[in-house]
């Protein structure tokens, strides 16, 4: 089952802080986050694991409520570089990279 | 060439034509994906291959045809497709098998169009 990505867009001024949620009904072993712009392929952000292992990138953070089987993404201090579209991908179980995508979060920050 | 790397980038084809996307990456990873991202539509996994043997087939429909002949290509065959099979190809790679824990890569995608 996909997991459900919320809000479905935010539009931030540069600066700005914003959320990305991604819940799960079901329970995860891993979440990942990828950014895609328009027109290009989607790019890797973090990974987050059962147990709080992390690895990924420096100047994005997130967590992962294994209780609440859900990860948020927070876009801190934000660039206009940060716009596109965020994706979550979760999986049930550490087998075969088969994950779940969102519907994804469109985010667009101005000037 | 560096990273993932997909063609055609575009294809236009009738319900009646047979066509191939070819993905090759230059990573040295050995797992390689087929992903399906239509308009409004979360990305769909369609294959996964882990050491050249395909180890998830995601209910795709028998139209569309995988051939992994090695760690670093990744066929997709298509024949008597619908016009809403219209869609972004996307092919993804990774490293230590097919693993949940490992990154995936994305290729740019081919824009398929079924007439």
């Known amino acids: 089952q996909q997991p459900v990505q919320s809000p479905q867009a935010v539009i931030l001024r540069e600066g700005e802080d914003a959320v990305i949620n991604c819940s799960s009904s079901?329970?995860?072993?891993?979440v990942h986050w990828y950014r895609q712009k328009h027109g290009e392929a989607p790019v890797f952000l973090m990974i987050?694991?059962?147990?709080?292992e992390q690895k990924g990138h420096e100047k994005i953070s997130a967590s992962f409520n294994e209780k609440k089987q859900q990860s948020s993404l927070y876009l801190t201090a934000s660039q206009l570089s940060y716009s596109g579209t965020y994706f979550c991908?979760?999986?049930?179980?550490?087998?075969?990279?088969?994950?779940?995508f969102g519907a994804g979060t469109q985010v667009v920050v101005t000037p | 060439e560096t990273g993932v790397t997909q063609t055609p980038r575009h294809l236009v084809m009738g319900m009646t034509n047979k066509k191939s996307l070819k993905c090759e990456q230059h990573?040295?990873?050995?797992?390689m994906y087929w992903y399906k991202q239509s308009a409004k539509k979360p990305l769909e996994l369609m294959f996964v291959y882990s050491l050249e043997e395909r180890v998830e087939n995601n209910s795709v429909p028998s139209r569309f045809s995988p051939e992994c002949p090695n760690s670093s290509h990744l066929f997709l065959h298509l024949h008597t497709l619908q016009p809403e099979d219209s869609a972004l190809y996307l092919c993804a790679s990774s490293q230590g098998g097919a693993s949940s824990y490992n990154e995936q890569f994305f290729g740019p995608g081919t824009r398929l169009t079924v007439l």
């Open positions: 987050l694991l059962k147990g709080g």
């Open positions: 079901k329970a995860l072993y891993s």
């Open positions: 990573l040295g990873h050995n797992a």
């Open positions: 991908g979760t999986s049930k179980s550490d087998s075969w990279g088969k994950l779940q």
